[in-house]
């Protein structure tokens, strides 16, 4: 029996990875529903291509325009505009699995209903983790769904743990997290006050959206991965570490008590993670080129730099403060990035902004999804607030 699928983000460049692998198995996958924030041209076209019965559109307008033109094509696609259309298609009762691909907090509601409903959950959103914690893992745990990760550095350290989770606690001495470095790895700290938006969505090694191109120049990309590992492999802070490593060849990677290590290795090609989650226990084909350790350059390792990559180490601080300061952290960082891509402070601002934000906020412990939303919501406000006291 096919496994139906909804894909969340689906025009993003992992929901549109994700369409790549499934079509190329059309025997094992069934896409049952789509979803896009403002892409409708591109919705249309996956429409047209697969044939989901709902797609979601974030906005009325928009979607009152993507239900214009499949009527227009006499498509069978039902389009979905009502205000939990995103919670319906992730926890309906037919779909098996759900690729949770949108970017920020806007998908920890979606997240949630899946995890409730019970769904194989293939987690490419950090914000979930990021945001929701607990309450994410309480509802993971109580609705009996299957978790598993899709960025390419927690499905490295899945691929890389014990399959038995209960034996994690006495093996595993820390995971190590890799980063690219992204486009300022090598560059003079004093010169990224005069970093443009162009030069910080130019990543070396992945087509990715702004939003995250810019968090990888930051390295809030992995201070988020950090969070996201301590959740998702029940971590310690101090078990989790980052190292640089350009090459993206070894995706992050494993040290036990014995001192031994294991890794997880592949061309950076977010298909690869992809297909395994899409699979897993098994593998399929993921459209990937093969490693040729033949024609491979040294694989070279390097510390993060504090003074080149200051909102990395957030993170640790992040998760060792007061519960729901990391929801904090990652609100204040949406602001911070659009703030900069709209040319509104300079790319060294974006750090100072968030430390402003945490400094400024000492949240409750958030317990419900209203909790965490209200607490999203506050922290946004806080960080907007403190763009116009920004130091020149």
């Known amino acids: ?20 692998v499934v079509e190329r198995h059309p025997d094992r996958y069934e ?30 307008e928009h979607a009152r325009e993507l239900a214009r033109s499949i009527r227009d094509r006499g498509l069978p696609t039902e389009v979905l505009e009502a205000p939990d259309a995103l919670e319906q298609i992730a926890s309906h009762p ?39 914690g607990e309450v994410f893992m309480a509802a993971v745990r109580d609705g009996g769904a299957t978790l598993l990760p899709i960025d390419s550095e ?37 010169t990224l006050r005069d970093v443009t938006p162009e030069q910080a969505c130019a ?56 001192a031994s290590v294991i890794a997880q290795l592949g061309t950076p090609d977010m298909r690869v993670p992809i297909a395994c989650g899409l699979a897993w226990p098994e593998r399929i084909e993921s459209g990937a080129g093969r490693l040729d350790f033949t024609t491979l350059a040294a694989l070279t390792f390097e510390e993060a730099d504090a003074r080149r990559f200051p909102g990395l180490h957030l993170s640790w601080q992040a998760l060792r403060a007061a519960p729901g300061t990391t929801a904090v952290l990652n609100a204040a960082n949406e602001v911070a990035v659009d703030a900069f891509l709209g040319r509104r402070i300079r790319f060294d601002q974006i750090h100072q902004l968030n430390l402003a934000t945490l400094q400024a906020l000492a949240p409750s412990k958030p317990d419900s999804l209203a909790a965490l939303l209200a607490l999203d919501a506050e922290a946004r406000a806080v960080a907007r607030q403190c763009i116009g006291r920004l130091a020149d």
């Open 1 to 20: 029996m096919k496994q139906r699928l909804t894909v969340l983000g689906s025009t993003g460049s992992i929901g549109t990875s994700t369409l790549d």
């Open 31 to 60: 896409v049952f529903a789509l979803s896009a924030a403002t892409q409708v041209d591109l919705l249309l076209a996956q429409c047209a291509r697969l044939r989901p019965r709902f797609a979601v559109m974030a906005s009325a």
């Open 94 to 132: 037919e779909v098996d699995a759900v690729m949770a691909a949108i970017v920020g907090a806007a998908g920890l509601a979606p997240c949630l209903a899946a995890a409730r409903a019970g769904k194989r959950l293939l987690l490419a959103n950090k914000e979930a983790l990021v945001v929701g």
């Open 154 to 190: 927690h499905s490295a350290i899945f691929q890389s743990l014990p399959e038995d989770p209960s034996t994690w606690a006495r093996r595993v001495d820390h995971v190590l997290l890799t980063a690219s470095g992204g486009p300022f790895r090598s560059r003079d700290p004093a």
């Open 203 to 258: 990543h070396p090694n992945f087509a990715m959206g702004r939003k995250i191109s810019v968090d990888s120049a930051t390295m809030m990309n992995k201070a988020l991965e950090v969070i996201e590992a301590r959740w998702l492999f029940d971590l310690a802070p101090e078990q989790i570490k980052v190292v640089i490593h350009p090459q993206q060849i070894i995706h992050s990677m494993v040290q036990f008590v014995d």
